[in-house]
């Protein structure tokens, strides 16, 4: 039996409950609400549960994933209407193709179904399945309703897994399809943001304290080049997925075999011509029941592999937002917080990690179903998987979504980035003032010693006073130093500390970004000025 969704029907409820009628309902001004508490009869308090009530979408529990976050069309990909309307699709090519193969399946039944592919009774099919337990057989009942002439012929030799299995892989790969156009539009972003600041100097962080420069483009890069491996994965898999195909029962095709009279080439040509009908340019030659549930791991892996890109990518914003250097996009009517107006909080990154997070943990799922597929198949891995493919593609489109927003309204502050640049340059030109003593004449160990000691004292200052660091000013001022006063501040340029980052953001975008991105020119133009608007 097909894994189903187990409701109660009004025959099963009796007297256990019943639909109020208007004037029961609950008014505004009642004094006992749903999910209010009241004292029993031995005086504890009691929660009064809506177990009369008969309840409509905001009145029970939704998934934020869809209520709150998702786009329209990967809500609309794991839809009911997209799923049972491709259910049907699969119906009416099975029967296409077995009908151009030589089965007595008439013009009239094809025609017929294909004017009822969306036209689907969601109360009956919702009833036959309460009466029957079985989701796929529920469904070719209610198709059957509205095509009498083709009821005889629909889901001919197929078992469920022929709509269950090939509809999931048909929206997994539009799925892919939505994640990569929103992947290649953030890359677009955040390349045109590395480019505009590939110069602009910046402190480096190793364990998160300060390290040599390095540039707020260069460190984009870093970013971009982990979204660019998120990007070839999601296409590797998507290209690599296949359909199940018309396979039957166990995987034998045993059915398909009797229907064509143990002639094996039309039971071929029949598999081949529905995958391709479908879209796909392969479909597994063994699978048993089902195809591989290793298939679902190579999917949610890549997902989750991309989870731990945006963690990283929105933590450095968060922490860069802390700084005060770079800052997400704050529009003019936001609140960062309710009793502090003055907050700017990082609510986009912040959302991106809450989700990521989840995100990561959901290859466990994938994994553990496909361990315990026993045999041809076992159907514990049916509900599992009706909330974690879902759940995967949906979060994974709401932090490109979010990110989108993100990238396309990044803001930077130089003159803090200078400011903290100042603070710790000083520190770090040391060897570039002993090297320039050298050069003078001077004697590199009493170089060293000498601004060994103005460094320590310059340190004090800093974290003991809580003073700018004047380190600059006491090399200046020691006439030790007198034969190089005049190089200091070619000595203490910021950019002569940034190395080739500025050549290597310019190589990577020509060697690896615009070569990644050559085949969607098309997805979003860096010159587009379209704005990813966050619904909450």
């Known amino acids: 039996m097909s894994d189903s969704t187990v409701t109660t029907n009004d025959s099963q409820r009796g007297s256990r409950t019943e639909s109020l009628s208007t004037q029961d309902q609950p008014s505004i ?9 009241s004292n029993g009869s031995n005086g504890k308090e009691q929660a009064i549960l809506p177990s009369t009530i008969s309840l409509d979408d905001r009145s029970k529990y939704r998934s934020p994933l869809v209520s709150r976050y998702a786009s329209a069309e990967m809500s609309y990909n794991f839809s009911d209407v997209k799923k049972f309307s491709t259910w049907r699709r699969l119906w009416f090519w099975l029967a296409k193709c077995q009908h151009q193969l030589g089965l007595d399946i008439s013009e009239e039944q094809l025609d017929e179904m294909e004017k009822n592919l969306t ?7 919702e009833a036959e399945e309460r009466r029957r337990r079985h989701d796929v057989m529920a469904h070719v009942h209610t198709f059957a309703r509205c095509c009498p002439k083709a009821s005889p012929i629909i889901h001919l030799g197929a078992t469920s897994a022929f709509v269950g299995d090939n509809a999931d892989l048909i929206v997994m790969r539009d799925g892919f399809d939505i994640l990569i156009n ?56 998507k290209r690599q997925l296949k359909f199940r195909g018309v396979k039957g029962t166990t995987g034998t095709q045993a059915s398909f075999l009797q229907l064509f009279n143990g002639d094996h080439s039309k039971v071929e040509d029949l598999d081949r011509m529905v995958t391709e009908m479908a879209g796909f340019s392969k479909a597994f030659i063994i699978c048993a029941q089902t195809y591989t549930r290793k298939l679902d791991v190579e999917v949610v892996s890549v997902l989750s592999s991309f989870g731990g890109t945006i963690h990283k990518m929105c933590t450095d914003i968060r922490l860069l937002a802390s700084l005060k250097e770079i800052e997400e996009p704050f529009e003019i009517e936001q609140i960062g917080s309710s009793a502090m107006p003055y907050k700017r909080n ?12 989840h995100l990561m943990t959901l290859i466990n799922d994938p994994l553990g179903t496909h361990s315990v597929q026993w045999m041809e198949r076992t159907l514990d891995d049916s509900a599992n998987k009706r909330i974690c493919i879902p759940e995967a593609f949906l979060t994974a489109d709401i932090i490109l979504f979010t990110l989108l927003n993100i990238s396309e309204g990044l803001v930077v502050y130089p003159k803090v980035i200078e400011k903290h640049i100042k603070q710790e340059l000083p520190f770090m030109a ?18 060293h010693e000498k601004i060994r000691t103005l460094s320590q004292k310059a340190a004090e200052r800093v974290k003991i006073d809580g003073l700018d660091n004047d380190l600059v000013e006491r090399v200046k001022n020691d006439p030790y130093f007198a034969p190089i006063v005049s190089k200091l501040d070619v000595l ?45």
């Open 29 to 37: 001004k009642s004094t006992t609400r749903l999910g209010s508490i």
């Open 346 to 357: 990082p609510m986009r990154c912040e959302r991106c990690c809450s989700l990521a997070r």
């Open 430 to 447: 040391t060897e570039n003032i002993i090297m320039a003593m050298v050069s003078a004449g001077g004697n590199r160990q009493e170089c």
């Open 119 to 125: 036209n689907i009774d969601f109360d009956v099919a």
């Open 492 to 536: 203490l340029d910021a950019k002569t500390f940034i190395g080739r980052a500025p050549e290597q953001v310019y190589e990577f975008i020509s060697r690896e970004v615009e070569p990644a991105l050559k085949n969607f020119a098309s997805v979003n133009p860096l010159n587009l000025t379209k704005t990813a608007e966050l619904t909450v």
């Open 182 to 237: 929103k992947l290649v539009r953030c890359i677009q972003r955040l390349t045109a943001f590395a480019q505009e600041y590939a110069c602009l100097p910046t402190l480096g962080y190793t364990h998160m304290q300060p390290a040599q420069l390095t540039t707020v483009g260069k460190r984009a890069c870093v970013w971009i080049q982990d979204l660019l491996m998120d990007l070839k994965n999601f296409e590797r898999v």
